[in-house]
Nanobody, 124 residues
Framework: QVQLVESGGGLVQAGGSLRLSCAAS??????????MGWFRQAPGKEREPIAR????????YYTDSMKGRFTISRDSAKNTVSLQMNNLKPEDTAVYYC???????????????WGQGTQVTVSS
């Protein structure tokens, strides 16, 4: 079992920044070849992947639409992953989820474990 707890969401004005964090724990967490990831789901829309980071190497991967304004990083010592979000837009309003392990097959991404989500609201 793996437990994921997100934090850092909130209300921000368009053009602002937020940094989300996710603390991971559990007996099976921490595989070298496993990836932590972030997804989001806006009201009335399908869930969409944002980024993932390989736990062992730190290599990062982003979906095409998320490149540029979002940066994923990890702190192996603290078992945390972060998502830095810059130049936020109202369309970034969504619930953001931390995931582990995160798999990608082409444009299809999924994960075994999901956090409870943290709300990000961007006002215009």
């Amino acid at each position: 079992q793996v437990q994921l707890v997100e934090s850092g969401g909130g209300l921000v004005q368009a053009g602002g920044s937020l940094r989300l964090s996710c603390a991971a724990s559990g007996r099976t967490f921490g595989g070298y070849n496993a990836a932590m990831g972030w997804f989001r789901q806006a009201p009335g829309k399908e869930r969409e992947p944002i980024a993932r980071i390989m736990w062992g190497t730190g290599n990062t991967y982003y979906t095409d639409s998320m490149k540029g304004r979002f940066t994923i990083s990890r702190d192996s010592a603290k078992n945390t992953v972060s998502l830095q979000m810059n130049n936020l837009k109202p369309e970034d309003t969504a619930v953001y989820y931390c995931t582990y392990p995160t798999y990608a097959r082409g444009t299809y991404w999924t994960a075994d474990y999901w956090g409870q989500g943290t709300q990000v609201t961007v006002s215009s």
